[in-house]
């Protein structure tokens, strides 16, 4: 399988696939409809439902996620009667993009509900792609990786002075 | 009973039984060998300021039959090992309290467990500049898992080489991992006023369940 290039599939299509089960989001169920007049689509984790937005890149699709957001806790009834699993108290916001900028992730921490941040990767040819969500920033674990170790210039940042 | 006394009791009570919603939690991670003692302290003003702190420590010794114990200063304080208790007593404690720290060190194996779970991650910096580089490599260890959960800075130590820490970190951790910490200052006093300043959202599930 060859790697499409970043952009080459629009996002109603990456919805859709979502929506008809044909591709995965790690870790977050979808309800396989739109909800709701605006046809937000809507997913959640073991403590957040969430609204959807995939995009090229973030920031086109961030205040439209936000709105979605606004939404979802005025219409919290309407989600919770549609499907009662999803019947818990925290909204947030779960972007996917093909491509995010340098640094986008510090923008995590100014968020004041849950928001999730996935990549997502498109493969094989455009009449028949397949999708691959990975969370963003990647997962780093276990010790002692490149990323975990200080570099020259932290050394000597909290060393020499 | 006084009526303080009395004022008090009845906030307790109702708030053991109106209390659905789990308290935040708070790391405060331990990057020097003689922060215990800092720890306690915050955990100390804390109470001062009003709020009620139930606090697990991984070195925490049981001396008794009671899981809790209540120190002096008023807080209560618990062994950290006793995550995996299904027990009433500490489900009971849980509500009851305002917020739960845990007194961590960046060796301890449950701290990828943890880390997932907390509100705040305050970091305990030394008062030394000696300290400073392996403070500084045991927190990116830790905050490069958790890159999305607000982070405050407390140096133990009132004098100028706290303060120089302090900022320094402040800077460092701007500079190589993009945070942006919050400033506790180097005394339990301001760390604690700033603990309560902030609006810390509840987790959506307790810490400790019951039998019941």
């Not at chain 1, 995009?55 to 709105?67: D, M, N």
Request: net charge neutral; proline share 8%; aromatic share 8%.
């Amino acid at each position: 399988m060859e790697l499409l290039k970043a952009g080459s599939l629009s996002p109603i299509l990456v919805l859709d696939l979502l929506l008809r089960g044909e591709a995965a989001i790690p870790g977050v169920h979808l309800i396989g409809e739109r909800v709701g007049s605006r046809g937000v689509v809507v997913g959640f984790d073991a403590d957040t439902v969430y609204t959807i937005r995939v995009g090229a890149t973030p920031s086109e699709v961030l205040l439209a996620a936000l709105q979605d957001l606004a939404w979802l806790k005025e219409e919290e009834s309407l989600v919770r009667a549609i499907f009662p699993q999803t019947a818990r108290p925290l909204t947030g916001v779960i972007l996917a993009a093909d491509l995010f900028p340098s640094g986008f992730s510090s923008l995590l921490q100014v968020f004041s509900f849950p928001c999730r941040f996935f990549r997502w990767i498109a493969l094989g040819d455009l009449a028949c792609p397949a999708l691959v969500f990975e969370p963003y920033p990647p997962p780093i674990s276990g010790s002692g990786t490149a990323v975990e170790r200080t570099t020259e210039e932290e050394e000597r940042f909290f060393s020499s002075w | 009973m006084s009526s303080e006394n009395g004022g008090k009791g009845v906030q307790l009570i109702g708030s053991y039984f109106l209390s659905v919603i789990p308290p935040p939690r708070i790391g405060l991670l331990r990057l020097g060998p003689s922060l215990h003692r800092a720890g306690m302290a915050i955990a100390a003003s804390l109470e001062r300021e009003g709020k009620r702190i139930l606090l697990f420590s991984s070195d925490y010794q049981r001396d008794g039959a009671e899981v809790i114990a209540v120190r002096p200063e008023g807080f209560r304080e618990g062994p950290l090992a006793e995550w995996k208790t299904c027990s009433e007593q500490l489900s009971r404690e849980e509500r009851a309290s305002d917020l739960l720290l845990f007194l961590l060190h960046p060796d301890i194996p449950s701290l990828p467990r943890l880390l997932p779970l907390l509100n705040l991650l305050v970091l305990l910096l030394p008062g030394e500049r000696g300290e400073a580089i392996g403070a500084y490599r045991s927190a990116k260890r830790v905050l490069i898992q958790r890159r999305d959960l607000p982070v405050g800075l407390f140096a133990a130590g009132e004098g100028e080489a706290a303060v120089a820490v302090l900022d320094r970190f402040r800077l460092g951790l701007c500079v190589f991992l993009r945070l942006r910490p919050l400033n506790f200052g180097t005394t339990a006093p301001t760390c604690a006023k700033g603990i309560v300043g902030l609006k810390l959202d509840s987790p959506a599930e307790p810490y400790f369940h019951g039998t019941a």
